[in-house]
């Protein structure tokens, strides 16, 4: 009987004989077969030159034949149920890795099989840095070329798509709207660069909320971060300052009521000693000494939180300076209902939901606790580099990797609900439709990098790679454009030196701001100096909402004011040109420019007057004289004229004598008239 034992040996024997002898046989074709060595020859060469020509390829040559390949590829119809995804995404990756082995000539067909794996990964991000490490370095590029061309197609329909109906706004290219109106026939050219504005898609009165909007990432700024703010939502918490104050002003009196039982539980001993045989008064000696034993830890516990702050005034009252001399500090001034982070003590928040999203989203990375050491050296970088922006950066990869799983696990539960075509959209592809800065990387960007780097690597495998110098760069130059100044009505402790941050923020106040945050639809509302509508905190969080100042109308902008807009002209320019690169013409700029020139024609008015009569005095002086000199000179004038005249001879004699024979003739009229 033969047993499965038996067939499996023969089985792998079998194979065994045939693979060495397909080796022999392709040894021996090799050798001997002059046409056998020329096919493999030609195959060799071809491999080679598609993989040169691959490698060769241009940027431009990239996108096309990414284009190519993406209309392929999205005709091929992707899987819904979690578990068909799963099994699809395990058969393009082994698909990929298989044609990738193959060599070059299989790196196109291994790039759309490793892009569709991407379409259905719940974390495109991590995946794309997965791809980075492990793919060859062409195929690697068709992938995110094919990523590029299909954020391109997406971006297309991204304004189309989002903001949703129910913010009762949307975003318009004014070029567009321009042309529409005969501008662009005007220029007699087309317009390249999109001019983008938020349009309001109803009518508004003026003090009605348009849209409110949840922050994409905040933070509070140093001279906030006291424990009297949440660390997420930057809410106020109340009851911190206050409740130390009087906790200080009830220890002394809780001293003095300490002292007086004591005295008389003194003299109860000594009525004791004295008479032991009156009962009562020992009854009432032993309730006076336990109320004085009850006042004493009284006292002594009212004690406690006076001592605790005098220790604490003496060490640093900020996270900024405990980080300067390595300290995380407890902060006394702390409310009560302030839920600390558990490992550093530093980190408080309003309420349990907002700690636990913290710590989901980036706490759990940035908690400067005794056991991380990197993140104490980083915070340490970003207080030097007075920036907010790496802390930002931070939060935002984050929180954009723990929203994309929440997401995926809400898709695999089925309580996801309802997806509108706004919810297609990661949050890094609404960050890339937003405007921003071109800004020259620094020597402390590149440190603060690749401590980033190390802090997070660990739970976002490939960071580092996919957060280039020139990402990172172009990030801080989009925070900086967009980010707005978050307010609050409690008063917020005045910035130190060391608490000054240079980050640009969107701020029309004049009081100082708590935190700075980054919205998604209001970074697309422009700038003018006499703005239609405002930010407001109504909640007192890194909630935003935008009031309406004035009436708006159906389909106009929206505009709010980058600066304060009771400042004067030039310092709005001047801020407006150093923060954003703005020259700003709105109508509020154009009519104080006419208002300074109507003041400048009606001082040279009222000066004219005054410099018309003094130069005609100085005209008509010099002329007067003039006139006299000529009358006087007039003979001297005929004088030199007969000199000059006298040079010809024969003609000033005929004169000379026809004026004395006329001169004769004169007189001699006279006498016979004087006769008569």
């Given at each position: ?211 409110e909007e949840d922050a994409v990432v905040s933070t509070l700024l140093p001279c906030a971060q006291n424990g009297q ?68 830890t009284e006292a002594e516990a009212a004690a406690i939180p006076a001592a605790d702050v005098d220790e604490e005034e ?269 020259t700003c013409t709105c109508p509020k700029c154009e009519s104080e420019v006419s208002e300074e020139k109507k003041k ?77």
């Open positions: 009987m033969v047993t499965g034992k038996t067939i499996a040996i023969a089985t792998a024997v079998t194979a065994a004989v045939a693979g060495l002898s397909y080796v022999a046989y392709f040894d021996y074709k090799r050798r001997n077969d002059r046409q056998f060595r020329r096919k493999l020859q030609r195959n060799r060469k071809k491999a080679e030159k598609t993989a040169q020509k691959v490698s060769s390829l241009s940027l431009d040559d990239i996108n096309d034949q990414a284009l190519e390949l993406l209309n392929i590829v999205t005709k091929e119809k992707l899987p819904e149920s979690a578990e068909d995804k799963e099994q699809f995404f395990l058969a393009q990756v082994s698909r990929g890795e298989t044609l990738c082995s193959a060599g070059p000539a299989g790196y196109t067909e291994a790039a759309c099989r490793f892009y569709q794996a991407l379409m259905v990964y719940p974390n495109p991000v991590e995946l794309v840095m997965i791809y980075q490490k492990t793919t060859p370095e062409e195929v690697f590029k068709l992938v995110m070329a094919m990523m590029a061309q299909e954020v391109r197609q997406k971006q297309s329909r991204y304004f189309d798509a989002f903001p949703t109906a129910d913010k009762f706004v949307s975003i318009k290219d004014k070029n567009k709207l321009g042309a529409s109106k005969g501008k662009k026939a005007e220029e007699g050219k087309e317009v390249v660069t999109p001019n983008r504005g938020l349009f309001a898609t109803k009518s508004f009165e003026a003090g009605e909320i348009v849209y703010f949440c660390y997420h939502c930057l809410k106020h918490i109340p009851e911190t300052k206050d409740r130390v104050e009087e906790a200080q002003d009830e220890t002394e009196p809780a001293e003095k009521v300490a002292e007086e039982p004591v005295e008389d539980a003194e003299e109860a001993k000594a009525e004791e000693t004295e008479d032991k045989g009156d009962e009562g008064k020992i009854d009432e000696e032993k309730v006076s000494e336990e109320k004085a034993e009850e006042v004493e003496e060490e640093p009252k900020t996270y900024a300076e405990a980080i300067s001399v390595g300290l995380t500090p407890e902060f006394s001034a702390k409310s009560s209902s302030a839920l600390a982070c558990d490992k550093c003590h530093e980190a408080v928040y309003c309420s349990e939901k907002c700690r636990q999203d913290a710590y989901d989203g980036y706490h759990q990375f940035l908690c400067p606790s005794s056991a991380s050491s990197t993140a104490r050296e980083f915070a340490l970088l970003t207080q030097q580099s007075h920036e907010l922006a790496p802390i930002l950066i931070a939060k935002f990869f984050g929180l954009l990797v723990d929203r994309e799983k929440k997401k995926e696990l809400a898709r695999a539960l089925g309580i996801a609900g309802e997806t509108t075509e706004a919810d297609k959209y990661t949050t890094w592809e609404h960050l890339e439709c937003m405007r921003y800065l071109e800004l020259l990387p620094t020597t402390s960007d590149a440190r603060i990098l690749r401590k980033l780097g190390e802090l997070m690597s660990h739970s976002v495998p490939g960071l580092v790679e996919f957060v280039t110098s020139d990402r990172y760069t172009m990030l801080k130059g989009k925070l900086d454009y967009n980010a707005y100044a978050v307010h609050t009505d409690v008063d917020v402790p005045t910035a130190s030196e060391s608490e000054i941050v240079s980050d640009t923020m969107r701020d029309d106040h004049g009081a100082s701001a708590v935190g700075t945050a980054l919205y998604l639809i209001s970074s697309h509302i422009a700038h003018s100096c006499d703005p239609n509508a405002q930010a407001v905190f109504s909640e007192g969080t890194d909630k935003i909402a935008i009031k309406a100042l004035k009436p708006v109308a159906k389909d106009e902008e929206l505009r709010v004011s980058f600066v304060d807009p009771s400042l004067s002209k030039e310092d709005r320019q001047k801020l407006l040109k150093a923060s954003y690169r703005i400048e024609e009606e001082e040279e008015v009222v000066e004219d007057p005054v410099a018309e009569v003094k130069s005609e005095k100085a005209v008509e002086e010099p002329v007067a004289e003039a006139k006299i000199e000529e009358v006087v000179e007039e003979p001297a004038v005929e004088e030199e004229s007969e000199e000059i005249v006298g040079e010809d001879g024969e003609i000033t004699e005929e004169e000379g004598e026809v004026s004395e024979d006329e001169a004769s003739e004169n007189g001699d009229d006279e006498e016979e008239e004087d006769e008569e």
